[in-house]
């Protein structure tokens, strides 16, 4: 991942290069030393720099951790426990951790354990002969290098003969899924034998492809460490043998390393001849999509976005709890391998689309110089974060200080900014965002904000897609909820409130002017090109709601009294109505709401279908498409489940910060996400699997909140980040270098 803005670019000597991962107590960085060793540095969060307890942890784990020594581990090269931002270098091993390994090509073939179980045996063994616990033994601490396993992270470690002094904190560490019972019980009593029953708990999901006690919580991951037993489905024969010794609860009842070296080597196979000696990456094999619903993709539904600028030290802090809830971290640091995972995923023809004719992987930024209308971008210092919406051939952009712009999908040549701001001004004072495209028309939202960013005036156009000339435009309540575009029609609040209205896209003339409660908030949505209206009350307590299903032909509606709660519609399926009912949002959960039921709702009748969901999911904005729903946790954990059922279907672990939406590609076959660093995952929709994951655009994350969308331009993929940069991939090879169109 490339440097963030605030990073630095030198520490103790090395110089760093970019970001290997980040976690709860520190950033790992890419270095490289005045004699051109390339080495991994590993920097403490300010905030646990100050605490004394702290510093004394991590200089007692830093001696510990500069006596281990082998073949299997990354030693500790170079630290610096009492900088003012504690630091440690280790050997940098070039090669993706076994977690990206298995996350991108499935469990491990048997002739593939051997090597790594014997190697983590080994690797163990250096640990504790150096009077040390591991602590947190999981695949993100295990790198795969051309020669064998690399175990890394020794950060939340502890020596071995010292650790009743500083383990009395009360501070629970490690990763639930790997940890053994006696660390949830009684931290001050874990020996070498947790590792132990670390390493087979690792060694199973390995195999097997989850974990021995996994569960949709963290808390309930760690009350079945501790009173269930493994659930070890798919392991058989002698292994599963010497797996069930090393998962026992009673640590005096695992065994030792040397009998495990003795076991393994039993217990597993040596390779053919034809096997490779070492742990090496393979190609995934190919197996055909599932049969999908008939309807067609549903773009996400739209309108639900924010309104009004918001303080940035709040953004700012929302966006770092996003960013922080990464993993099942309990307090351990470096998590996440930070290995950028590009590839060419097999049978390129039966899945990849054709791409555009003259295409060229392209990266520019919503500054670039335009062909036409406003040549440069208007001066602003602060977040640009852009939202984009794509017709397929271009992309037309909008946001925070940013004139409404055309980019070229295919070239990336930007070929229009409009100059719709009044004369006079400043860049920090207007908000654009682009509502859609209809028939060579552009839709635009214009606010104009004063000194404490409350809403000046406000009003929705139509732009030429040709040129960005303005062809009509109308004013609109600044207290909005925004407005939408829908199949050829805008809707708006206007006036007084006390109605929505429905106009012509093609030349803004009123089609219906719908009346609604007074005070009520209405939300303009557009879902599947089809204009909705959801409005609720909740001044008095009732969360009565109301929403409106628009005809656009003539702006006739369909009401429907309180079919389901404000802000839950998903889309359309099969001609029902579908919405996703929340939960409140729980603290303990940062930005992800906690979803409980399914709603369909006859749209002609009004008549409702209650599912229960059968486990509640946890996620951000939902996506229904081909038959579907989407979520995404801020942490980059995907599920998706039926939206008839609400059975899941499949869940999948990504790299993935604060992701938008899913878009699935028409074939139906491939489900994509972006994070807002701009980092693309592609994941098979019939079964989760992830198929790649591309490396970070943005430089820096902006905080404006607004989160990525995966466009298509035919078989290539466009989209944009937080820090404005906007670049298109080919899904076939995301790996492929883009050339600068800006």
Not at 471 to 485: C, E, I, K, N
Not at 502 to 531: E, I, K, T, Y
Not at 693 to 714: D, I, Q
Request: aromatic residues 6%.
């Amino acid at each position: 991942m490339p440097l963030h803005k605030d990073d630095p670019r030198s520490l103790g000597g090395y110089r760093l290069a970019d970001r290997l991962g980040a976690g709860g107590m520190g950033i790992v960085y890419r270095g490289r030393s005045r004699s051109g060793r390339e080495v991994a540095v590993k920097v403490v969060h300010a905030q646990y720099a100050e605490d004394p307890v702290f510093r004394a942890r991590f200089r007692q784990e830093v001696e510990a951790a500069r006596r281990v020594s082998g073949a299997f581990t990354a030693p500790v090269l170079d630290a610096d426990p009492d900088a003012p931002t504690p630091w440690m270098a280790t050997q940098y091993v070039p090669g993706p951790s076994l977690a990206a390994r298995i996350r991108t090509q499935g469990a491990l073939r048997v002739t593939e354990l051997r090597p790594l179980a014997l190697g983590l045996v080994e690797a163990l063994r250096d640990i504790h002969r150096a009077g040390m616990v591991h602590r947190d033994l999981k695949p993100a601490n295990v790198l795969i290098a051309e020669d064998g396993p690399r175990v890394i992270d020794f950060g939340i470690s502890r020596a071995a003969e010292n650790h009743n002094t500083l383990t009395e904190t009360g501070q629970m560490v490690g990763t639930p899924p790997f940890m053994s019972p006696e660390q949830f019980t009684d931290a001050r009593t874990v020996g070498p034998a947790s590792d132990v029953f670390s390493l087979g708990a690792l060694l199973v999901y390995c195999v097997t492809g989850h974990g021995p006690f996994d569960a949709d919580s963290p808390y309930l991951t760690g009350y079945r460490v501790v009173h269930n037993e493994p659930v070890l489905d798919g392991v058989t024969g002698p292994l599963r043998t010497v797996l069930e010794r090393c998962l026992a609860k009673d640590p005096a009842d695992r065994p030792g390393l040397d009998d495990l070296a003795r076991e393994f080597a039993a217990a597993l196979p040596e390779p053919e001849s034809a096997e490779p000696q070492t742990m090496t990456l393979r190609l995934p094999a190919t197996s055909p999509g599932r049969a999908l619903a008939p309807d067609a993709t549903t773009p996400p539904v739209t309108g639900r976005r924010p309104r009004r600028r918001v303080s940035r030290p709040l953004l700012a802090a929302a966006a770092v709890t996003a960013l922080a809830l990464t993993g099942y971290l309990l307090l351990g640091p470096w998590n996440g391998d930070g290995q950028a995972r590009t590839g060419s995923p097999a049978s390129p023809g039966s899945r990849w689309g054709a791409l555009p004719t003259g295409w060229k992987p392209w990266q520019t930024t919503v500054s670039a110089t335009a062909e036409h209308g406003v040549a440069k971008a208007p001066g602003y210092e602060g977040d640009t974060s852009p939202a984009c919406v794509s017709d397929g051939s271009s992309v037309y952009c909008g946001g925070t200080s940013l004139l409404p712009t055309r980019v070229d999908a295919t070239t990336g040549r930007t070929l229009w900014r409009s100059g719709i701001a009044p004369a006079g001004v400043s860049a920090d004072h207007f908000i654009t965002t682009v509502l859609g495209v209809d028939d060579g028309r552009v839709l635009v939202e214009l606010q104009i904000t004063d000194d404490d960013g409350a809403g000046k005036a406000q009003s929705v156009m139509a732009l030429d897609g040709e040129d960005g000339s303005r062809l009509w435009s109308h004013a609109v309540r600044t207290d909005s909820l925004g407005s939408a575009y829908g199949d050829g029609v805008t809707l708006t609040q206007e006036g007084d409130g006390s109605t929505f209205t429905v106009r012509s896209a093609r030349d803004g003339s009123v089609r219906r002017n719908v009346p609604v409660p007074r005070g009520w908030l209405c939300s303009m949505l557009s879902a599947g090109d089809f204009p909705y209206v959801d409005c609720g009350d909740q001044s008095d307590g009732s969360h009565a709601t109301r929403f409106y299903v628009v005809r656009p032909a003539d702006g006739s509606v369909r009401t429907l009294d309180s079919p389901a709660q404000t802000a839950s519609f998903v889309g359309v399926l099969s001609g029902q109505l579908v919405f996703l009912e929340s939960d409140d949002q729980d603290v303990n959960n940062g930005p992800d709401l906690i979803y409980h039921r399914i709603v369909r709702v006859d749209p002609d009748t009004g008549r409702r279908t209650l599912v229960p969901l059968p486990e509640k999911y946890r996620g951000g904005l939902p996506t229904l498409a081909r038959g579907t729903l989407y979520l995404a946790t801020s942490s980059g954990l995907v599920t998706a489940f039926s939206p008839t059922t609400g059975a899941r279907l499949w869940s999948s672990h990504t790299a993935l910060e604060s992701p938008g939406q899913a878009s699935v590609d028409p074939k139906g076959r491939t489900v994509y996400m972006a994070g807002m660093s701009g980092r693309v995952v592609a994941l098979d929709a019939a079964r989760g699997t992830v198929l790649w994951e591309s490396g970070a655009r943005a430089e820096v994350l902006g905080n404006s909140g607004l989160l990525p969308t995966v466009w298509f331009n035919r078989g290539a993929l466009v989209l944009s980040t937080s820090d404005g940069t906007i670049f298109t991939l080919d899904p076939a090879h995301p790996e492929r270098k883009a050339v600068d169109s800006g």
